[in-house]
C-alpha cells in the first residue's frame, strides 16, 4: 500500500466550482498533514497544514480524521488560476521531519 | 519575502560524470532538505541535514550521494558518477526548527539530464 494516496484525476470544473480531493495515509502514526501546491514544473509550495480540528483559509477548507487516515482538501469559488496539482503530504512521528509526498491530483479549472 | 535559491536552473551532463547542484536556503533556517522528481512521478526525500551532518537519508540516498554545506550559507548536493536514471528535478529546502508541524520552503529546483 503506497504511504499517501491520491485520485490522480484531472479533475475538470468551471470557473466558481467547489472541488473536493481526498487522500489517505497508511501510517497511523503520522503526525504532520500539508496540502502543497504544484505548477508544472514548478516547486511545490505550502498551501495550507492540516489541524486535526479542520482549518479554513480564505477560499480553502481542510479536514483530517485520524480515525480514517484521511485528509481533505475543499476549493470554494475555483478560479482558473487554482490550476495547478494538489499534493497531500505527511510527516512521520518524530526525527528529520521528511515529508511523503502523494503523487497529486490534478485540477483544471475552464471558463 | 525570504526564499531558497538554486543553481543552475538546468544541468545537462554526460553518464558518468560528477555534478554538484548548489542550494541557498533561507538565511535563518537550520533545517535543509533534499527531494527530487522524475518528470511524471511524485515528489521523493533524499536526505535532511542539520548541525553539518546528515539527519536522515532515503534508500535513493546511496554512495553515489552526497551533501555538504561548505561555507554556511551554501548547501550542496554532489552525485558522483551520474546515471541516466538520475535524469529528474531536484528541489532543495529549508525549515526554521525541527518541528514536525514546521513549513519547508522548496527552491525553484535544479532540472538534472543526463545523456
Known amino acids: 500500500r503506497k504511504e499517501v494516496e491520491q485520485d490522480p484525476g484531472p479533475f475538470n470544473v468551471p470557473e466558481g466550482a467547489t472541488v473536493a480531493f481526498n487522500c489517505t495515509y497508511s501510517n497511523s502514526a503520522s503526525q504532520s498533514f500539508f496540502w502543497y501546491r504544484q505548477d508544472c514544473r514548478k516547486e511545490p509550495k505550502l498551501l495550507m497544514s492540516?489541524?486535526?480540528s479542520g482549518n479554513e483559509d480564505g477560499r480553502f477548507t481542510a479536514q483530517l480524521n485520524r480515525a480514517s487516515q484521511y485528509i481533505s482538501l475543499l476549493i470554494r469559488d475555483s478560479k482558473l488560476s487554482d490550476s495547478a496539482t494538489y499534493l497531500c503530504v505527511v510527516t512521520r512521528p518524530r526525527g528529520g521531519n521528511k515529508l511523503t509526498f502523494g503523487t497529486g491530483t490534478q485540477l483544471k479549472v475552464e471558463l | 519575502e525570504p526564499e531558497v535559491t538554486q543553481t543552475p536552473s538546468h544541468q545537462v551532463t554526460q553518464m558518468g560524470q560528477e555534478v554538484i547542484l548548489r542550494c541557498v536556503p533561507i538565511?535563518?533556517?537550520?533545517?535543509f532538505y533534499w527531494y527530487r522528481q522524475i518528470l511524471g512521478q511524485k515528489v521523493e526525500f533524499l536526505v535532511s541535514f542539520y548541525n553539518n551532518e546528515i539527519s536522515e537519508k532515503s534508500e535513493i540516498f546511496d554512495d553515489q550521494f552526497s551533501v555538504e554545506r561548505p561555507d554556511g550559507s551554501n548547501f550542496t548536493l554532489k552525485i558522483r558518477s551520474t546515471k541516466l536514471e538520475d535524469s529528474a528535478m531536484y528541489f532543495c529546502a529549508s525549515s526554521g526548527r525541527d518541528s514536525v508541524y514546521n513549513e519547508q520552503f522548496f527552491g525553484p529546483g535544479t532540472r538534472l539530464t543526463v545523456l
Open positions: 492540516v489541524y486535526s
Open positions: 538565511s535563518n533556517h537550520l533545517y
